[in-house]
């Protein structure tokens, strides 16, 4: 169990997806986002193993949740700034969390 001072450390924020491009020298399947978080965070790029279910043309205009804290992680080549968040279907393959209505970018979850 943890207190929620300890869940207020995690930042999770809401951001659009401006581009996408597939990403072959990963080890697993992977398209690298860059995502724009507003003008408080700026665009920030990450690393996901989404491609089961998306495209990167589909992944464009697209809002997603992403813990925004973390420090940055080399991903091969990649430098990934944010961990974009995502929950397993059936066959465990990564489906995005997003809002179900559009948002402003850099909200906050809460």
Same mark, same amino acid.
Request: hydrophobic share 35%.
């Given at each position: 169990m943890?207190?929620?001072d +300890?869940?207020?450390k995690v930042d999770v924020r809401v951001g659009t997806i401006t581009?996408? /491009?597939p990403y072959p020298q990963a080890r697993k399947p992977a398209i690298k986002l860059t995502i724009?978080? *507003?003008d408080e965070i700026g665009v920030k790029r990450s690393s996901a193993q989404i491609t089961a279910h998306y495209t990167p043309e589909t992944l464009? *205009?697209?809002q997603v949740l992403a813990v925004v804290n973390f420090p940055p992680r080399q991903i091969g080549k990649f430098m990934s700034d944010v961990l974009v968040l995502g929950l397993p279907d059936a066959? $465990? /393959?990564v489906v995005l969390v997003g809002? +179900?209505?559009a948002v402003p970018d850099g $909200?906050?979850?809460h």
């Open positions: 943890i207190d929620f +300890d869940f207020l581009h996408a /491009e724009d978080f *507003g464009v *205009g697209k066959s $465990g /393959e809002p +179900d209505q $909200g906050r979850l």
